[in-house]
């Protein structure tokens, strides 16, 4: 039983290690999500951007909605909680439910999750499609980060490569706002 369990919180750790911070982003402890339950305007609102372009506005946007998601999630996971974080305002869907499953994982094998993922996001946008979409490709970087277990570092399982690709799905609601509804991660696919 001991081993399943260790066997669930190393899965945890490699899908945390998805959704954890953003290209070079502080270390959550240093830079907690808006905590009066919105998002910034330059979160998830195109009018934030300052291109005159909308398709390049919408990419900004869909982007910042992708980054508040990995900023709150880095919180929670690093106190296995979602509370407080407003993760709901970056994510739906299948990636919240992903998000919320890791952050029960976590809690129920008492790991803690800390340190930064370096994040190389770029976004395309259909703003032709109804809703509006956005296709986002990472590379992570899990060079600075750790998971702990009663403080104690874990080790990365022995096939988890330090760099590889993810893909996420974002949609404009009518709000105007982006939320990610979906994301994979390609381990076998090397960054």
Not at 116 to 142: F, M, Q, R
Request: aromatic fraction near 4%; glycine fraction near 8%.
């Amino acid at each position: 039983m001991h081993r399943k369990r260790l066997v669930e919180a190393a899965g945890a750790v490699a899908l945390t290690v998805l959704l954890a911070g953003c290209g070079g982003e502080p270390d959550p402890k240093e830079t907690a999500p808006d905590t009066n339950g919105a998002p910034s305007p330059s979160a998830s609102s195109p009018s934030a951007s300052a291109s005159s372009d909308p398709k390049t506005a919408e990419e900004q946007a869909a982007l910042a909605a992708y980054q508040g998601m990995w900023r709150a999630h880095a919180v929670a996971v690093q106190k296995a909680s979602e509370k407080g974080t407003h993760i709901e305002d970056y994510a739906s869907g299948k990636a919240l439910a992903t998000i919320r499953q890791d952050i029960r994982t976590m809690r129920e094998a008492g790991t803690r999750a800390n340190g930064k993922l370096g994040h190389e996001p770029k976004a395309k946008v259909d703003l032709k499609s109804s809703p509006p979409t956005a296709t986002i490709t990472d590379c992570l970087d899990l060079k600075d980060w750790e998971t702990t277990r009663d403080g104690k570092p874990l080790p990365l399982p022995s096939e988890q490569p330090m760099r590889y690709r993810t893909k996420a799905q974002a949609e404009q609601w009518d709000d105007g706002r982006w939320r990610v509804i979906q994301y994979t991660q390609h381990g076998e696919q090397t960054c």
